[in-house]
């Protein structure tokens, strides 16, 4: 049984370990993105509700927006949060809904940032952070105890 248990926290504590390392890489994206990017007003071609790993019930929206150069670019499949899926389809009664992006013009396939939603995807990558890593590392934890529990042997 702690033979079972223990390569269960082991598999557990690498599974973490990704999930930090993903949310890590999406955090820096963001950081870069917000740093380094260009200004734009995009216009919302579409949405849809979606599921998406990590944010269970978001909106889903497609962008088009013109770059700096004069020349159109879309964006598919970016996540939203509820409060400005609500505000986007009340002002969608009366003008085509438009969000202040972010992106990186030498670079056309890294999707845009919505603005208004980064600081709240900050957020949410450092908790998605710092709550893997901390059960990566109570996992690992685990699997040393067991393993040396597993070297004693029966008394």
Not at 98 to 115: F, H, M, Q, W
Not at 123 to 145: H, Q, T
Request: some cysteine; aromatic content about 6%; proline content about 5%.
């Amino acid at each position: 049984m702690i033979g079972v248990l223990k390569w269960l926290l082991a598999a557990l504590a690498a599974a973490l370990l990704g999930v930090a390392l993903l949310a890590y890489r999406d955090a820096a994206l963001v950081f870069r993105v917000m740093a380094n990017g260009t200004e734009a007003m995009a216009l919302i071609e579409g949405g849809a509700n979606g599921i998406r790993p990590g944010a269970a019930g978001t909106y889903l929206v497609d962008l088009v927006w013109t770059d700096s150069a004069g020349a159109a670019r879309k964006a598919g499949r970016l996540d939203i949060d509820h409060a400005l899926a609500r505000q986007l389809g009340m002002e969608a009664a009366t003008n085509p809904p438009a969000v202040l992006i972010k992106y990186l013009p030498d670079e056309p396939g890294t999707a845009p940032v919505i603005v208004r939603q980064a600081a709240p995807r900050r957020e949410r990558d450092r908790f998605n952070i710092l709550a893997a890593g901390i059960g990566s590392a109570v996992c690992a934890l685990g699997f040393v105890v067991f393993s040396w529990l597993g070297r004693r042997g029966p008394d």
